[in-house]
């Protein structure tokens, strides 16, 4: 695997460090401690995977009445369900995803939505300019944080705005899944939610420290279909392997894909067939994505209840 670039040798860097930071907008616990038990219903959980084109062989699995995010079986990992939803995460992991919970020594279950959704719009962002997304550049725009035993990030001061903050994320530690630990497909750990985050200062990102700095725009966050997804490189589809996606303005004409986030933009992303010389959309992309490994998946798990802070986690 490559390694992340490095955001502490970025060019630009204060190391001055100023306080300890937290995050503001995460929402308490269960009364008394702990996780909400589960409120997911296996309806609306057999609907998400469904239409999430959740991998089968990642054997996402419903909890039992009276779970919570801790009671994962062995050999299993907890996923929100919101992760899927206005955070617009798919699986697998997109390389820049993966890269960065490596970065951060983050396990996935310990993000909240309010960072992934900041991640993935990142994410989007870049790729809707054809800028390749990566850790270092992330860390110039954002500083992690953590609140109630969750992480998260928020924009750094004097950094150009790249979204507004979410709001209205409410209940999601009760909406939760399973999915196989080597599903991940990255090399994550547990990050201890006690130490202090200081506050990281670096120089306000402009024009010359970095050479695509003058495409970038501010793209708001939004919910985003699975072909939207999938023609920016953000997930894999269960498609034909010999289609491609493509933005389409209402004339018919091919479009950049930042047009689909124009208030004006009247045209659709459209999937069409490949011509005969040419290679499908999935294999086109696939190396965009953290694939876990084949043999890793058909391990047989334990039966019974684990835990999560031990997960058997495989990547190639």
Known sequence: MAEPSNPHTAEGINPDPLSPVAAEEEEGGAPGGGLPVLKLSKAGFDNLITDVQMPQEYGAVYPQEGDTGVDAPAGYVTMWAEFFGDCNLRLPLTVFVADLLEWYKLHISQLSPFGMTRIRNFEYTCRAFDIEPTVGDFWRFYQMTVSMGFFSFHQRDGSPKLMT???????????????????IGAEVTFRNVTDTIITETISVLKVG?????PRLRVIEWKKLSNTRLWVLRMMLTRMSRKVRAVVREKSGEDAALWRMFDPDFKG????????????????????????????????????????IDKPLLFYK
């Open 209 to 213: 420290v970095v050479d695509w700095f």
């Open 268 to 307: 659709k992303v459209e999937v069409v067939a490949c011509a005969d010389s040419e290679e499908g959309f999935n294999l086109t992309i696939s190396d965009n994505f953290r694939l876990p490994e084949l043999e890793a998946m058909e391990v047989e798990l334990p039966q019974g209840k684990g835990t």
């Open 165 to 183: 903050p979410p709001k209205g994320i409410t209940k999601w530690k009760t909406k939760v899944f399973y999915i196989k630990a080597a599903a």
